[in-house]
């Protein structure tokens, strides 16, 4: 309480003091980016849906929230989430209390199967570039939708009975866009196409998804996806696979911090090019009886690395921070181009803060494709290494969920004690994750202060 009686506004923030091989083992959570699409995919269900191994993070309580709004009954037991889609009774999804995510544009189609009208609040989730859902609004339109931006968010309504198949050839193969064309395509008339569609792991499982509901999807090579769409779906069981991103962190953290880390419940296929980075660099990994893989820095010399960012197979965006703190470590120069945001360098300033030596460009430093090329966005970085990082109670400020684990291993191999703030954006993704860390012997602790001025 302060002098005037008022209640002074305090903020989580971590006490880090790093320096030390970070080791241990741990269990990584359900995919985020595939629980959450997995619940609204739920709602073309005509009977209840069960998950298990659902991540207890904040992007899956504001996805529930979302649905109950509208009167689905969401039931929870631990990791296991059961989605009814049989109560829900109203077209007009809230605003969920804490925040936003990327969700609501991709409750469109599953509504307007339901209803002629419907309403999802505005997006919000990292800011990490413009992120625009052009792409999600044609496709509506397409299907036979006519949508708004409103001042709350977006209204759709249906032009006929029933939504119509369409043809679609995405500008980009954007991962949100393609599962809003998964969604208006299984229960609309007629034969749909899904050209220059995403192929990443979360697309995949969710067209298993739907299929056990019993969608009728064919994929063919050339990221074509041709769907047959049919009069009713059930609900299903599904078992959410573990977070490659998350997965990719804890090796970054191992290798970085020169410690040695036992990841259980991680699918190596879902790493796929990260893990011969990270070999190439100087990392190891080896895959234990148990199934768990225990990743590890192999050689005393890191070597430096060019990484391009790419739409799956490629190199994860949501990989490179974490690998980015490796490379602070490599010996030379690394370059990262970053393809798919042109916003994503921010925690770079945070980096720079403990000593690492990096600089942006906005020229393409590498032979990808590029929609960045010449628009001068600062979307490529040059790191020069090794830094030996340093902390003095120095602040590091969260700029997006996935930087916030990368200002972990920052903070972790950092001499001295870092300050990590706005922990909020990185628990909507991993939760209540200090117990975790503190597991694999990190010094860490969450202590809330008075928000500055
Ligand atoms: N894009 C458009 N128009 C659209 C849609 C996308 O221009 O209508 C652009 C985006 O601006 C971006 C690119 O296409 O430059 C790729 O965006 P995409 O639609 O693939 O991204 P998303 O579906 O919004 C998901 C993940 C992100 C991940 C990307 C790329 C979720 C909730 N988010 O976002 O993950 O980076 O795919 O793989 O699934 C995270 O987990 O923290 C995260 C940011």
């Given at each position: 309480?302060?002098?005037?009686?008022?209640?002074?506004?305090?903020?989580?923030?971590?006490?880090?003091?790093?320096?030390?091989?970070?080791?241990?083992?741990?269990?990584?959570?359900?995919?985020?980016?595939?629980?959450?699409?997995?619940?609204?995919?739920?709602?073309?269900?005509?009977?209840?849906?069960?998950?298990?191994?659902?991540p207890p993070i904040g992007d899956v309580a504001i996805t529930e929230q979302m649905l109950m709004s509208i009167g689905a009954t969401v039931t929870t037991d631990g990791s296991t989430v059961v989605v009814d889609p049989t109560t829900v009774i109203r077209p007009d999804v809230q605003h969920p209390d804490s925040a936003s995510n990327r969700i609501p544009i991709l409750l469109v189609g599953p509504l307007l199967h339901k209803f002629e009208r419907v309403s999802v609040p505005a997006l919000s989730g990292c800011n990490i570039g413009r992120r625009p859902v052009d792409f999600h609004l044609r496709a509506i339109e397409a299907f036979g939708g006519v949508v708004e931006e409103t001042d709350e968010g977006y209204a759709a309504m249906r032009r006929g009975p029933r939504l119509q198949a369409a043809h679609i050839r995405l500008e980009y193969p954007s991962v949100g866009a393609t599962e809003t064309c998964l969604f208006l395509s299984v229960l609309a008339q007629g034969r749909s196409v899904i050209a220059n569609a995403a192929v990443e792991p979360e697309i995949l499982e969710l067209i298993t998804m739907l299929r056990s509901m019993g969608a009728v999807i064919f994929t063919s090579p050339g990221r074509e996806i041709r769907v047959e769409g049919v009069e009713r779906l059930?609900?299903?069981f599904t078992r959410i696979s573990g977070d490659r991103i998350e997965a990719a962190s804890w090796a970054s953290l191992a290798c970085a911090s020169n410690g040695r880390i036992t990841v259980n419940g991680v699918t190596l296929e879902h790493l796929g090019n990260f893990l011969s980075h990270f070999r190439q660099v100087g990392g190891g990994y080896t895959r234990l009886e148990s199934g768990a893989v225990e990743f590890f820095r192999e050689s005393s010399t890191m070597r430096p690395a060019v990484i391009e960012t790419d739409v799956y197979p490629g190199f994860s965006t949501d990989w490179q921070q974490p690998f980015a703190v490796v490379l602070t470590q490599c010996e030379g120069i690394s370059i990262v181009h970053e393809t798919v945001y042109e916003d994503r360098f921010g925690y770079l300033r945070a980096l720079s803060k403990l000593g690492a030596n990096s600089q942006l460009t906005s020229h393409c430093l590498g032979s990808l494709p590029c929609r960045y090329r010449d628009k001068g966005y600062d979307h490529s970085a040059i790191l020069s290494g090794p830094t030996q990082l340093v902390a003095r109670d120095t602040e590091i400020q969260i700029p997006d969920l996935r930087a916030g684990l990368a200002y972990i291993i920052a903070a972790a191999m950092a001499e001295g004690r870092s300050i990590v703030s706005n922990v909020a954006l990185l628990e909507r993704g991993y939760g209540d994750i200090v117990p975790r860390l503190s597991s694999l012997n990190l010094d860490i602790k969450r202590t809330t202060r008075p928000v500055p001025r």
């Open positions: 309480m302060s002098e005037t009686g008022v209640q002074a506004k305090t903020e989580p923030v971590y006490e880090i003091t790093g320096g030390k091989p970070v080791e241990g083992e741990l269990t990584v959570l359900g995919s985020k980016n595939f629980a959450t699409k997995a619940m609204v995919a739920a709602l073309l269900g005509d009977s209840p849906t069960t998950f298990q191994n659902a059930s609900g299903t």
